[in-house]
């Protein structure tokens, strides 16, 4: 605190402490292979929630879910997944495309790797790495849920261990 006072005076070291201490947003990730953004939207408001829409045609943001995300409509059925806005923009920018080979190299728990699959169509392969075996078992369930195909590949903990290449993309 001191430091920020120092930095940048009472008033915006203040702000920054209240904005640290709001509960932050949900991000949704809508899995267009799976339900529509409106879809999704309308479910959420459907139950009370605090969703917003976003320019993004994938994203939906959610205040305060209020209980367990699992509990959530459309949850089941594999329409959406939690993923942070801005790690959907790095796949967005990398452009997975439908017949790439991908890997992924810090896969667990899966959200980089769902993501290329849908921004792919569902038809790329997928391989997801990492070297947290227990981390890495917990991603195939939820492949499942979206319904995804990924396979998956524990490396050494010193990272080799890597399958057998080429690969059009590779996701750190």
Do not use: Y
């Amino acid at each position: 605190v001191k430091k920020w006072f120092d930095e940048c005076g009472e008033e915006q070291a203040i702000k920054r402490m209240i904005a640290l201490n709001e509960v932050p947003p949900v991000w949704i990730r809508v899995n267009l292979l799976r339900a529509k953004k409106e879809q999704v939207l309308a479910a959420f408001l459907a139950e009370g929630l605090q969703v917003e829409d976003h320019s993004n045609p994938r994203m939906l943001c959610m205040r305060k879910p209020g209980r367990e995300i699992s509990t959530l409509p459309g949850f089941a059925e594999g329409w959406w997944s939690v993923q942070d806005l801005t790690s959907l923009t790095c796949l967005e920018l990398a452009a997975p495309k439908a017949g790439q080979r991908i890997l992924d190299l810090c896969a667990a728990p899966g959200g980089k790797s769902f993501a290329a699959a849908e921004l792919s169509g569902g038809k790329a392969e997928i391989i997801a790495c990492d070297i947290s075996e227990s981390r890495l078992s917990k991603l195939q369930p939820e492949a499942e849920r979206l319904g995804h195909t990924i396979q998956t590949h524990t490396l050494n903990a010193d990272g080799s261990g890597l399958p057998e290449g080429p690969f059009d993309l590779i996701i750190l």
